[in-house]
């Protein structure tokens, strides 16, 4: 979709089509509530504010939709295809680091009772692992703003690949 299209579409049709960007209805209710916007640059910008902080609540919600790092997102929805599309780098790992990064997934859900998320588009394996490992050494409170930062910044990346200029 085009940047204009996103301005001129109804109310509906730009709510649905953020969704699959980030299913926090706040965030989607101020980004289409903000329209129009001048430049994709604006748009992003905004996305990148738009319903600071996300509540414990909302953060849940969104994670809910997210598969574990290093495992494929199932179905054929639009954000399980931009979140295999994500992941794409992670596929042909080797058992060694496909087992650690299960390990770790595991460790970090048996701590936090949650998946663990990252961006990861434009991140090694290697890196992947790394930020995995330092932050099973974090409390609740000090992930809290890790996981809302690491949303923030996939829905952002989703939102960039989704419009065009």
Request: charged share 25%.
């Amino acid at each position: 979709m085009h940047l204009q299209q996103f301005n001129a579409a109804g109310r509906t049709e730009a709510t649905e089509f953020l969704r699959p960007c980030l299913d926090i209805q706040r965030w989607i209710d101020e980004l289409a509530d903000a329209r129009p916007y001048s430049s994709l640059d604006s748009l992003l910008a905004s996305a990148r504010e738009a319903a600071t902080p996300f509540t414990p609540a909302e953060m849940d919600a969104a994670l809910a939709h997210h598969p574990r790092i290093g495992e494929q997102a199932k179905g054929h929805s639009a954000e399980a295809k931009l979140s295999q599309s994500e992941q794409a780098g992670l596929g042909a790992a080797n058992a060694t680091v496909a087992r650690t990064l299960a390990e770790g997934n595991r460790a970090y859900e048996e701590k936090f009772g949650q998946v663990f998320l990252i961006r990861a588009a434009g991140r090694s394996r290697e890196e992947i692992l790394a930020a995995l490992h330092t932050r099973l050494g974090h409390t609740p409170e000090e992930e809290q703003p890790i996981i809302g930062q690491q949303l923030r910044e996939i829905a952002v990346l989703r939102l960039e690949g989704l419009i065009s200029k």
